[in-house]
């Protein structure tokens, strides 16, 4: 209490004083003592020094990121093993989703094939049981929350918690927005974005749970480049691409609990034959050639067993568009002309 009472009168006495006015009264005149200034001068120093030094080690953590990045372009972290990981793959019934699906069944992980689309599904499933694999096939709407919800956990049941989550399902309406349809609008946003959400919602909270797990989201080279004839398509890949963001930085600023275990994987693959790419446009097909499911593939499994973040199919787009983007917005439309490719509008 003492203590308390000598710093208020030396607060007191370094502010204020009494001074008598011209009717003989008094007033009180607000005064800095000299140690005021000097203790202002010294915070104004300690707080420069604290900011320089947390400048400093910003410097250099962004310095050594860079140069680990480097480094890993030239050698590139080791492929982690997948036996034994439980992966649900929606859009498994052909394509992409099939490929992906076989690939990883050759890796020891046990596929859990989602589609709509029985037939397709039980092929994929055939085939990897075929090349000694495991598979399990689950027809599923995956634009129903309900569906989704009640499919989770019968698989938690029948198969066990999913430790690897790709959102492959996917559907691309091709014409001038002013010709698209509400249907069809709705439709792609359903499937392509909103369907993540409700996968999101039914399989994060186990990886969550036991700090692993991997989910990969399908995105396109139309979720980095606006392309005409693809308006409702491009909005939902951009929107991939921004969920999986927001997401990886709400589980890392975490402060009760640390989620580094789980991982995140967008794909941005260029053209691929799928069978939705109807009327592809390619100026030079010795430069941007239209891949092979295999291709897309094999470049999505690599990508998710070496953990990267975003990838593009095939990997030069992605170095092309960080260079272009660091240049006026004209500048990669003048590249874009030049190209010259996309897709036609469906008849």
Known sequence: M?????YFIRYKMATTAMDTNKNGGTQTVIEKAPWTDQQGIAMKVYNGIAIALEILVLYVKMTATWLHCLYQFFVPPEPKSVNGEIILITGAGHGMGRETALRFGKLGGIIVCVDINPTGNQETVDKIKNNKGKAHRYECDVTDREAINALAERIRREVGDVTMLINNA??????PLLQTSEKEIRSSFEVNIIAHLWLLQAFLPSMMEKNHGHIVAMSSMAGIVGLRNLVPYCATKFAVRGLMEALHEELREDKNKDYSGIKFTVICPYIVDTGLC??????????????TPQEAADNIVDAVRRNYNEITIPSSLYYLNMICRAFPRAVPLYLKDFLDSGLEAHV
Do not use: E, Y
Request: a positive charge; glycine letters at 4%; one cysteine or more.
């Open 2 to 6: 003492r203590c308390f009472s000598f």
């Open 170 to 175: 996917g559907i691309m309406p091709c014409k």
């Open 278 to 291: 109807k009327n592809p446009k390619i100026k030079f097909p010795s430069l941007m050639k239209i891949l």
